[in-house]
């Protein structure tokens, strides 16, 4: 008889702190286009020389994402960016990139100086070796049209293992039993997903003593309703972005509806209402439009604001 034997947490491992694990969020707040654009500015204008170095290195990061994470052939038309269009061919310059940025790594890691660690090294080395074989074996040996990359990676699978987290007490350390009993309600969740039941069906299966009475449904109703109450005046360029957005909400939901009492709610038959301006925002600063023009691909257009009434009313 084999006996399996499993790793053994001990104390310092349980700390909170042990447990290394990357927000995204904050991850693509510092790689995304407007960092790197903001960077680059400061070093060309603001004498920042030294930040010019750090622009170069989200800029890399940058281009390995935009061509791994491709799930659409229009994607690099919608987006106005050359690099999101997909793999067409065996010689496509992306996957040279992603063969020379592989051997970057393995540089990279030889030289020894302070960087990634030695698994994150390997992994991210087979990826983008793996990747582009992949691709250049679908294209030429099984006549692909394009290949997207976005889709070979294991993002299922992730999120997979983040639902059962979840369904374990968001607990990162889930035993066998947790995965098996977490399988069973997914499986029955997919069940009432795709065997169409309806709400009147739902509400029979459900025993009477289960069912929410009326009076806890308008409790946490008014809860709600006092919670999001608005409670701060907000600043006059704040208002013209709140004038701005439910101006366009508003003459959507009129374009859509026939219903004269919603109709009534929504139009103020009084007419516009004036809103003081914050100069201090003006779209005609030079440093504005200089940063404006250098993040733009050609889907930005220049408005002035006292166009955005008749942008929103026609």
Known sequence: MSLKKAH???????QPRSIEKTSVKLAVSVFCESTRDALQYYATHEDRSAWATTADFVTLLLKLWN????????????????IMDPVRSSMDWKLAFLREFANFLEEWETSGKRGLSKETFLALCHT?????????????????????LGHLQSDAIESRFGWLRQLAGANYYISMRQVMEGERIIRALS???????????????????????????DTVVDSLAEAVRLTVCPSPSDANIIFYVSGAIARSVVRSTKCNSCRDSLIDQNGLTT???DVSLDTGNS?????L?????????LVHRSLWSYMIYG
């Not at 053994?8 to 349980?14: D, G, K, Q, V």
């Not at 440093?287 to 940063?291: E, G, I, K, Q, R």
């Open 128 to 148: 983008c070796r793996a990747l582009s074989d992949c691709a250049s074996f679908l294209l030429d040996r099984h006549g692909f049209q394009y290949v997207l």
């Open 8 to 14: 053994r947490l001990t104390p310092a491992t349980l």
């Open 67 to 82: 061509i791994l994470n491709v799930k659409t052939k229009t994607k690099g038309k919608h987006k106005r960016d050359y």
């Open 293 to 301: 023009d250098t993040i733009n691909r050609g889907g930005l257009t």
């Open 287 to 291: 440093s504005v439009s200089t940063f």
């Open 275 to 277: 809103l003081e301006l």
């Open 191 to 217: 069940l009432v997903q795709f065997s169409h039941f309806s709400l009147p069906d739902l509400d029979a299966i459900i025993p009477p003593d289960l069912s929410p009475t009326m009076s806890s449904v």
